[in-house]
């Protein structure tokens, strides 16, 4: 009985890690870079939402570089296609130099008119991620 009961428990706990290995295996490596006219886009959070299951986003650098997110420990997005779009990256923004708290700081028109087309209402771009993808360009004119 107690070795019926045994095998029981370790088939059951193979199972569940199974399960568990299995559960992020559709979600490969993205990272690349967001231009906007040929120029880097900075201070963007970018937003792949997949057409099910759990969106990823990634937080552009000073070159427009970004790497995906999928959760907290698990960076890239989910195999699929993705509608994609933009917001402005105020946690970055509060730190520029001469920021007032609260206040979002001036930004040029060229850089309204891209959250605003890009936008989360606005936006109409998807991608389609079937495998890792190590050099993402977004170029958005």
Same mark, same amino acid.
């Given at each position: 009985?107690?070795?019926?009961?045994?095998?029981?428990?370790?088939?059951?706990?193979?199972?569940?890690?199974?399960?568990?290995?299995?559960?992020?295996?559709?979600?490969?490596?993205?990272?690349?870079t967001l231009t906007y006219?040929?120029?880097?886009?900075?201070? %963007? *959070?970018?937003?792949?939402? !997949?057409?099910?299951?759990?969106? /990823?986003?990634?937080?552009?650098?000073?070159? =427009?570089?970004?790497?995906?997110?999928?959760?907290?420990?698990?960076?890239?997005?989910?195999?699929g296609k993705h509608r994609?779009?933009?917001?402005?990256?105020?946690?970055?923004?509060?730190?520029?130099?001469? %920021? *007032?708290?609260?206040?979002? !700081?001036?930004?040029?028109?060229? /850089?309204?008119?891209?959250?605003?087309?890009? =936008?989360?209402?606005?936006?109409?771009?998807?991608?389609?991620?079937?495998?890792?993808t190590p050099d993402l360009?977004?170029?958005?004119?």
């Amino acid at each position: 009985m107690l070795r019926s009961f045994v095998r029981a428990s370790v088939f059951a706990l193979a199972v569940c890690f199974l399960l568990i290995g299995c559960q992020g295996s559709n979600v490969v490596p993205v990272s690349g870079t967001l231009t906007y006219k040929g120029n880097p886009v900075t201070n %963007a *959070i970018i937003n792949f939402v !997949p057409e099910t299951g759990r969106p /990823s986003s990634a937080a552009t650098d000073e070159n =427009g570089r970004f790497t995906m997110l999928y959760d907290p420990q698990t960076k890239g997005a989910q195999v699929g296609k993705h509608r994609v779009f933009v917001m402005r990256n105020t946690a970055v923004d509060a730190k520029l130099p001469g %920021a *007032i708290p609260g206040v979002a !700081p001036k930004s040029s028109p060229e /850089s309204q008119e891209f959250f605003n087309k890009y =936008g989360t209402e606005k936006s109409t771009v998807e991608v389609v991620i079937d495998k890792a993808t190590p050099d993402l360009k977004l170029e958005w004119n």
